[in-house]
C-alpha cells in the first residue's frame, strides 16, 4: 500500500509570514495541531501547536508580531506520495512524529499523512502498533 491512498489531501497551509495568531486560528477552525509552511508551492517547514506555545508564547512573543518562521520547524521530515507505508510508519517512529507532510516527486506539497490515518486505515495493524509504541516512548526534557 501507498501512502497516497491513505493521506488526507488538501490540506491548509499557513505562509512563514503569517503571523502565529493566523496560524493559531486556523488550527482551531480546522481541529489540527500542524500546518505545513509554503512559500508557495513549496514545503519549507512545519509548525505546530507545541511550537507555537513553547517557542513563541513561553518566550513572551507577541501573538500578532511573531511570525511562523520564527518558530517553525524548518526543513521538516517528509514522505513521498508513493512511498511505502511501512517505510513511513518507519520514518515516524525513528523521529518520534505523528504526523507528515507529502511531497510528490517534484517535492511540491500533495498532503499529509497522521498516525490516525495509519491506524484508521493501513491493512497491518502490529506495524501501527509498534511505532506507536515508538513514537509514544519517553524521551529525555530539553533542559537548555
Known sequence: MK??????RDVQTVRP???????????DQLNVG???????????????????????ISAGKQPDRCKV?????????????????????????????RRVPVVDRNDRLTGIVSLGDLATDAKNDRAV???????????QPDRT
Open 3 to 8: 501512502i497516497r491512498e491513505i493521506m488526507t
Open 17 to 27: 509570514d503569517d503571523s502565529i495568531r493566523r496560524a493559531a486560528q486556523l488550527m
Open 34 to 56: 500542524i500546518l505545513p509552511v509554503c512559500d508557495g508551492r513549496d514545503l519549507i517547514g512545519v509548525v505546530t501547536d507545541r511550537d507555537i506555545t513553547v517557542r513563541a
Open 69 to 97: 518562521a520564527e518558530v517553525m520547524t524548518a526543513n521538516p521530515r517528509y514522505c513521498y506520495e508513493d512511498d511505502p507505508v511501512g517505510s513511513v510508519t518507519e520514518l515516524m517512529a525513528g523521529q518520534q512524529v
Open 129 to 139: 502498533q509498534d511505532a506507536l509504541e515508538r513514537i509514544s516512548s519517553p524521551s
